[in-house]
T-cell receptor, first 114, second 113 residues
Framework: GAGVSQSPSNKVTEKGKDVELRCDPISGHTALYWYRQRLGQGLEFLIYFQGNSAPDKSGLPSDRFSAERTGESVSTLTIQRTQQEDSAVYLC????????????FGPGTRLLVL | GENVEQHPSTLSVQEGDSAVIKCTYSDSASNYFPWYKQELGKGPQLIIDIRSNVGEKKDQRIAVTLNKTAKHFSLHITETQPEDSAVYFCAASISHTGNQFYFGTGTSLTVIP
C-alpha cells in the first residue's frame, strides 16, 4: 500500500517568505509527527497529532512555525517569515498510535532558505 | 524530559565484520526502543525494535540488546554488507507522554568492500 508522502520534495525560498509543507499519512494512522533534520544532525521533534486530541506543540522552535491536521488525514506545516536557519529536511511520520508503535517516515521536504 | 545519547557518530568496518552502535537514555519510564536506518535522500525506516519487557531481539543479521538497569541499548549488525552503509538512529519512547519519540544524533556506518 501507499506509504507516507510529502510535498514538495524540494523547496527553495527567499528569506522572509512563507512556506507550506504537506504530509499525507498512511490511511488509518491516527498519529502524525513532524520532525526537522538539519544537515548531518539528528531528528528534532516539532509537533505531534493524535486523533482529535489537542496537538503536542512543545517542539515548535518559534511562533513562526505552525501546523494543522484535518481529522486523521493531511497535515500542513507552515513556516512564516523564513530564516536561513530554517533550512533543513522536514520529515513527517505517521503511526497507528497512540501506544508506542512503528513510525513510518515520508521522504522529507528539503527546504533551502536563501 | 528524555535524553538519548548515541555513539559513535561515525563507524567504518570491513565487509563481513560486525558493527555495534550504542545508545543511552535518561528516563527510566521509556518502554519502547526502535532503531531506524536512513539511506541518502530518504526518510528513516524502522529496522528493529525492542520493548522494555525483553532483553534481546534478533532478526537475521541484526540484533538489539536492552539493559534497563543501566539504561542503555545497542544495535548489533553481523556479517556486514556494503548495503548496510547508512545512518542509523536509535530512539526511545515514553508511551504515557503521548507517544513522543526521542532520537539519538545518528551513526554514519560505512561498510568497506
Amino acid at each position: 500500500g501507499a506509504g507516507v508522502s510529502q510535498s514538495p520534495s524540494n523547496k527553495v525560498t527567499e528569506k522572509g517568505k512563507d512556506v507550506e509543507l504537506r504530509c499525507d499519512p498512511i490511511s488509518g494512522h491516527t498519529a502524525l509527527y513532524w520532525y526537522r533534520q538539519r544537515l548531518g544532525q539528528g531528528l528534532e521533534f516539532l509537533i505531534y497529532f493524535q486523533g482529535n486530541s489537542a496537538p503536542d506543540k512543545s517542539g515548535l522552535p518559534s511562533d513562526r512555525f505552525s501546523a494543522e491536521r484535518t481529522g486523521e488525514s493531511v497535515s500542513t506545516l507552515t513556516i512564516q517569515r523564513t530564516q536561513q536557519e530554517d533550512s533543513a529536511v522536514y520529515l513527517c511520520a505517521s503511526s497507528s498510535g497512540p501506544a508506542p508503535g512503528d513510525l513510518y517516515f515520508g521522504p522529507g521536504t528539503r527546504l533551502l532558505v536563501l | 524530559g528524555e535524553n538519548v545519547e548515541q555513539h559513535p557518530s561515525t563507524l567504518s568496518v570491513q565487509e563481513g565484520d560486525s558493527a555495534v552502535i550504542k545508545c543511552t537514555y535518561s528516563d527510566s519510564a521509556s518502554n519502547y526502543f526502535p532503531w531506524y536506518k536512513q539511506e541518502l535522500g530518504k526518510g528513516p525506516q524502522l529496522i528493529i525494535d525492542i520493548r522494555s519487557n525483553v532483553g534481546e531481539k534478533k532478526d537475521q543479521r541484526i540484533a538489539v540488546t536492552l539493559n534497563k538497569t543501566a539504561k542503555h541499548f545497542s544495535l548489533h549488525i553481523t556479517e556486514t554488507q556494503p548495503e548496510d552503509s547508512a545512518v542509523y538512529f536509535c530512539a526511545a519512547s515514553i508511551s504515557h507522554t503521548g507517544n513522543q519519540f526521542y532520537f539519538g544524533t545518528g551513526t554514519s556506518l560505512t561498510v568497506i568492500p
